[in-house]
């Protein structure tokens, strides 16, 4: 089925068509019409010339009696006309009309007729002699046949009368126009196929620049026009050719800024939200240690007890809550200067199995206490180019998460894998695995997938998300996987130098 676009181009076509076959009908009928009047006055102007040339003929001829009349009679039977010729007083002198003959005259005792033809015809008020001088249209009334009639005067005083039937004109005028009538009828139907073959070459290109135009606005420049020429359709051809190519470029880059966006739009979205979170995460945090030292405080303050002991219970309750708040607020402070990029990035080269070694030692005694058994597989002389506060604070985190979670077989196992130009640290532990949906999350300020770990063990959920700026930082891979027996969170640290080379490679 053809869509309504290519319909109306259909009826274009067709329009086009039946105007220029109406245009050049009413012109041959126009022409079909006027015709006959005008060839009538055609053929009328030319018998009245070949009448007129032979009265000058006539005129010309030497009146005599030997050939005189035979002359006469030669010229009215080979323009198949009739002559007639009177004397002073009206009689007849010579006449080639009905048993007129060569010796036809008043001369020749052969002469039956006396009286012309003309003194007994009628006007007729049938045909036009369009003012042709000494031309008469005459009717005879024993045959009522009209005649044209020249009448003309001779040298000799007589009167001439050449007469010729009108219905011979209008015979040949007739055939002549049934002649053009169909020469016409050939003529339009040749026309016509004619008129078709343009119109359909003509129609074709404006069919296809509207498939064109009707595709690009569906968005779809794929097809385009052809070559028309260097006419204007073919100008227009290239120009939808141009417009289609810009527009198609336009939207691409349309769609690409629409992305980008969209992505800006979720962007902003995301960090409002996040923003929004901090600060009812510190709000939260801070409310409750807050709320304590102001009711132990206020205690203290109205005397409440007067007991040393008591009194020596509620400053270290103050006391306490005073270092978490402490503690909250300086991880509040290194986790703002990482993001911000506030602090200068002066990496170093270090012995971070060293690092490892001595850290382990000073958490000896919650291991110990919590019964843990810690496996360090980091060789002591590992060397890495880093820097070194950042990186302790990263395995410092790794390693009391892993302390705080760890069940089951109560093991952590310490290792480092070679991956070229950097070393990868992982601080293994047994225990629950973390949950699907909240492995993504876990890097986030104040997000804490164990909710049964209170703020009795001074976690605020800023530990993972300062240990994701620090690698970001030093544009290094960070990650945690769950594994059958519990849970491993790795990190990367660059050899030496080189590994930032990458970068400006």
Known sequence: MKSPVKLVSGKVRVKLFAVLLAVLAVFLIVINLLSYPLLMRTFTN???????????????????????????????????????ITGDEGYLVYTTVGSGSALSSERFSSSGVTSSQYSSMQ????????????????????????YFVYVGDLQEGEKL?????????????ETA??????????????????????????IKPVEEMNNVTRDMAQLNFERKCNDYGSDEIGELGRSINILSNTLDTTLDDLKDKNEQLEKDIELRLALDNARKSFIS????????????????????????????????????????ESK??????????????LESKAASFEPESYCIGEDVRSLLEHLTLQTDSAGIKVINKVPEDLMCYAQKDKIEIVLRNYITNAISHCSGEKRIVISSRDF????????????????????????????RADKAHGRSENRFGLGLSIVK?????????????????????????????????????
């Open 177 to 202: 126009d049934r002649v053009y009538s169909v020469f016409s009828i050939a003529v339009v139907t040749l026309l016509g196929v004619v008129f078709f073959i343009i119109v359909s070459r003509f």
């Open 324 to 337: 978490k708040m402490n503690d909250l607020v300086l991880e509040l402070l290194e986790l703002s200067k």
């Open 46 to 84: 030319s018998t009245y010339r070949e009448m007129r040339n032979i009265a000058n003929a006539v005129n010309s001829l030497v009146p005599d009696p030997t050939t005189y009349y035979i002359d006469l009679f030669a010229m009215a039977k080979n323009h198949n006309m009739d002559i007639e």
């Open 469 to 505: 700026s620090i690698m970001e930082n030093h544009s290094c891979h960070y990650g945690v996987e769950n594994t059958e027996a519990g849970v491993r969170f790795t990190f990367e640290v660059p050899k030496d130098k080189s590994y930032y080379d990458k970068d400006e490679a």
């Open 161 to 173: 009368y050449i007469y010729y039937a009108v219905a011979s004109v209008k015979s040949v005028v």
């Open 281 to 320: 995460n510190v709000s939260h945090e801070l409310k409750t240690p807050i709320a304590i030292i102001s009711g132990y405080a206020e205690g203290l303050y109205e005397g409440i007890s007067g007991d040393p002991a008591v009194i020596r219970e509620y400053c270290g309750i103050i006391n306490e």
């Open 123 to 146: 006007d007729s008020g049938n045909s036009k002699t369009y003012g042709l001088k000494n031309l008469e249209i005459k009717k005879r009334v024993a045959t009522s046949a009209d």
């Open 420 to 447: 070229g130009k950097s070393t990868e640290i992982s601080v293994f532990n047994t225990g629950e695995n973390i949950s699907e949906e909240d492995i993504g999350e876990i890097w986030d300020s104040f997000y």
